[in-house]
């Protein structure tokens, strides 16, 4: 994937392979999958194909090392953003290998290796107690369910940056057992799904993560709010229209479909956009 990423908490993306398997409620609307489809190929499941890559595809880490460590910062490379990079296939296993070399011989980018399947690391990492200091470590947590399935299995891990991706958040989520241990967890991302069938996120949901966050100093990073947002007084419009429960159970959180773009990042008046600086 390419140099420069649309993604707010990258630099880049990086992608071993493509192509994977459902597991889980965030998978549902998949937008690798969407995306691979649009261009032709059949990649998800798990009787079809990955597709790999060349040479020169290989090489992009390293030229992104080398500049950075021209300009002495720091880059963010998110791996994988078309496939779970620890997701379980004979045929993975050589190029996953493969990566954890560059992993090892970029020492100016910082690898955000985000999967659903936290369960697979200890299998599949070369690496035994103490993961190199470039690599983040993170797990989506789209509901209460996944919470408790993948966070336990994340934070086995020694890792100098472990993270949360609560996108797309579906639900109502007390992270509040793992975040009252110490630096068990480092920082939250919160986001909203986006689009055609897109499922709404109550705003009571991310100010729940960012109070818990606030509460135990962890970092919190609001990413986008999706296809559906908030009208704020009026500033939104749109005819597709639903009403989400508020804390006594009324529906009368109004949330207005005007998709990704329109929608923004904006949560309760601020831009939410922690994240963490090793330098
Ligand atoms: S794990 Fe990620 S890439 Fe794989 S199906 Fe789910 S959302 Fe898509």
Redesign the pocket.
């Known amino acids: 994937m390419g140099k420069n990423s649309s993604i707010e908490w990258t630099h880049h993306t990086f992608n071993p392979w493509w192509g994977?398997?459902?597991?889980?409620d965030?998978?549902k609307y998949?937008?690798?999958?969407t995306w691979s489809k649009r261009i032709g190929k059949e990649l998800?499941g798990d009787s079809t194909e990955r597709r790999f890559f060349g040479e020169d595809h290989w090489t992009d880490p390293f030229i992104w090392d080398k500049e950075a460590s021209k300009h002495r910062i720091r880059r963010r490379v998110f791996c994988?953003s078309?496939?779970?990079v620890f997701?379980e296939r004979d045929e993975l296993r050589f190029w996953r290998d493969r990566l954890w070399g560059i992993i090892e011989k970029t020492q100016c980018l910082d690898w955000l290796l985000l999967?659903?399947?936290p369960e697979n690391i200890s299998k599949m990492i070369p690496w035994k107690s103490t993961l190199p200091a470039n690599v983040w470590l993170g797990t989506?947590v789209e509901n209460q369910q996944a919470a408790r399935k993948r966070i336990p299995e994340l934070i086995r891990h020694k890792a100098s940056v472990r993270f949360l991706s609560c996108e797309p958040l579906l639900g109502p989520i007390d992270i509040t057992p793992w975040l009252r241990k110490k630096e068990s967890i480092h920082w939250v991302i919160v986001g909203g799904e986006s689009g055609p069938h897109a499922r709404p996120m109550n705003p009571l949901w991310i100010q729940s993560i960012q109070e818990q966050c606030q509460t135990f100093n962890v970092l919190f990073h609001f990413k986008q709010w999706g296809s559906w947002r908030p009208p704020d007084n009026g500033s939104f419009h749109s005819k597709n229209q639903i009403y989400l429960p508020d804390s006594m159970g009324n529906s009368s959180i109004k949330l207005l479909k005007v998709g990704k773009k329109k929608a923004g990042r904006d949560f309760q008046g601020r831009i939410w956009n922690d994240i963490p600086n090793l330098n």
Not at 20 to 24: G, P
């Open positions: 994977c398997t459902k597991i889980s965030a998978c998949c937008y690798a999958e998800w994988a078309m496939a779970d997701e999967s659903k399947r989506t």
